[in-house]
């Protein structure tokens, strides 16, 4: 990790309540006013950019608590997954969520592959974004006040078995090496070590994650958590996936 970050000491309150900062990346001026108003009424600080450069600035001071990014900022087809990588490098769980007209799968699967843990279209109601934000920031508060659903440090999974999970670093080891999975992920994975051989549905896995999404996400977060094992032993072969069921843990 080349930078370090610090949260952002400024925090404002309106009594004995603590106000969340939103940092908002949108460089269409219209959509970015209009949702810096419409989050700002719902009781947020909202500190908006147009750019990947405006917000690197920001970012460099202090951290917020969720950033919502586009994906394509002014001339940067892909500044908003620039600005991913780099708050994932720096925070492992500060929320981050895509807010896009990008709708493939292609970019969704990006940015979850990135470390996002919320991927929405622009096409959402106000009142949607809103519930998923306050997802996040909850989940987000639960990991700050330690209050993590977790077993116990570094539980040995199978005598046999080459994976263990540390509960307290929220961390996954492979053949004794730390996987590299966001927070979400973190939970899918340790969700599907509970108990091994047992079919985890798509529901169980969101709950698990503290996410409710479409399928298809949990599908994509499957995909990226199977290639950063293959990235430590590439005959990684552990999760399988039962068709119109879900997923399940099996060691080879």
């Not at 999974?157 to 492979?174: I, M, R």
């Not at 927070?183 to 994650?209: D, G, Y």
């Not at 996400?217 to 950063?228: E, F, G, S, V, Y």
């Amino acid at each position: 990790m080349s930078e370090m970050l610090r949260i952002n000491p400024q925090k404002h309150c309106i009594g004995t309540v603590m106000l969340k900062e939103i940092v908002l990346v949108e460089d269409d001026d219209v959509i970015r006013e209009n949702y810096t108003e419409l989050l700002a009424d719902e009781g947020f600080i909202v500190k908006a950019y147009r750019n990947r450069e405006e917000a690197m600035t920001h970012f460099r001071q202090g951290l917020p608590d969720i950033a919502i990014l586009d994906i394509s900022l002014e001339e940067e087809r892909e500044g908003g997954f620039q600005l991913c990588m780099y708050l994932r490098q720096v925070s492992p769980i500060l929320p981050i969520l895509f807010l896009t007209s990008h709708g493939s799968e292609i970019d969704k699967i990006s940015g979850f592959r990135l470390g996002a843990d919320d991927y929405l279209t622009k096409d959402i109601s106000i009142e949607y974004l809103i519930v998923r934000i306050e997802a996040l920031l909850r989940r987000y508060a639960s990991i700050q006040s330690q209050n993590i659903p977790a077993t116990t440090n570094k539980v040995e999974e199978g005598k046999a078995s080459k994976s263990y999970v540390d509960s307290d670093q929220l961390l996954v080891y492979w053949n004794d090496q730390a996987v590299e999975l966001t927070l979400t992920q973190f939970w899918i994975v340790q969700e599907l070590l509970s108990e091994p051989r047992e079919v985890k549905t798509n529901r169980q896995l969101m709950e698990a994650a503290k996410i409710y999404v479409e399928p298809n996400t949990i599908t994509a977060h499957i995909k990226t958590i199977r290639n950063r094992f293959k990235a430590i032993d590439e005959n990684f072969n552990s999760i399988k996936t039962e068709r119109g069921t879900g997923y399940r843990w099996v060691d080879i």
